[in-house]
T-cell receptor, first 114, second 112 residues
Framework: GDSVTQMEGPVTLSEEAFLTINCTYT??????LFWYVQYPGEGLQLLLK?????DKGSNKGFEATYRKETTSFHLEKGSVQVSDSAVYFC?????????????FGPGTRLSVLP | DAGVTQSPTHLIKTRGQQVTLRCSPI?????VSWYQQVLGQGPQFIFQ???????GRGNFPDRFSARQFPNYSSELNVNALLLGDSALYLC???????????FGSGTRLTVV
């Protein structure tokens, strides 16, 4: 079945450091790919998405490129802030009919120190 | 505009009891999905409803059931609660496929 693998955390960085969180997926067909962020005590917030190969999603300084050849969707940010501390989830949606669900990775906890 | 609203925010139940969780989607969204997030893990898909019909079901026992009402709000019911049902239950709504889901803040269920 479809699955998402993320780099294990926690990831601890100093403010203004470069961030990469690796995400790879296994899916049949042509899924859409997403990054969600979860702040403590809250639900999930959509960070960015890409719906087809070579698309780049971006938001709030975060970027991820849909790489079909490597089945990857790595999250990057050039300069992290303390406020970026959260858990980040990579996810895929198989697409197609409305009955398709999201498959989430296990999440990567990011801590940014001042 | 109001986002996805879930109620209650927190709930404590005893093993064997039944619980009903409620979700109101964003206005205009006709698709609602439910996810279970156990502490330290990613959300797991439970159900999806679109236009009041079940369109998808995850690998959960029959103790879990749901429905969607004409106003597109939804309820998730869990019978015969087990300690392992303790989790954050997330509701998400969408206007259509591949647009991404908007999640509510969830209901934290604790089974004791």
């Amino acid at each position: 079945g479809d699955s998402v693998t993320q780099m294990e955390g926690p990831v601890t960085l100093s403010e203004e450091a470069f961030l990469t969180i690796n995400c790879t997926y296994t899916a049949t067909g042509y899924p859409s790919l997403f990054w969600y962020v979860q702040y403590p005590g809250e639900g999930l917030q959509l960070l960015l998405k890409a719906t087809k190969a070579d698309d780049k999603g971006s938001n709030k300084g975060f970027e991820a490129t849909y790489r079909k050849e490597t089945t990857s969707f790595h999250l990057e940010k050039g300069s992290v802030q303390v406020s970026d501390s959260a858990v980040y989830f990579c996810a895929l949606s198989p697409g197609g009919n409305y009955g398709q669900n999201f498959v989430f990775g296990p999440g990567t906890r990011l801590s940014v120190l001042p | 505009d109001a986002g996805v609203t879930q109620s209650p925010t927190h709930l404590i139940k005893t093993r064997g009891q039944q619980v009903t969780l409620r979700c109101s989607p964003i206005s205009g969204h006709k698709s609602v999905s439910w996810y279970q997030q156990v502490l330290g893990q990613g959300p797991q898909f439970i159900f999806q409803y679109y236009e009041k019909e079940e369109r998808g079901r995850g690998n959960f026992p029959d103790r879990f059931s749901a429905r969607q009402f004409p106003n597109y709000s939804s309820e998730l019911n869990v019978n015969a609660l087990l300690l392992g049902d303790s989790a954050l239950y997330l509701c998400a709504s969408s206007s259509g496929q591949n647009y991404g889901y908007t999640f509510g803040s969830g209901t934290r269920l604790t089974v004791v």
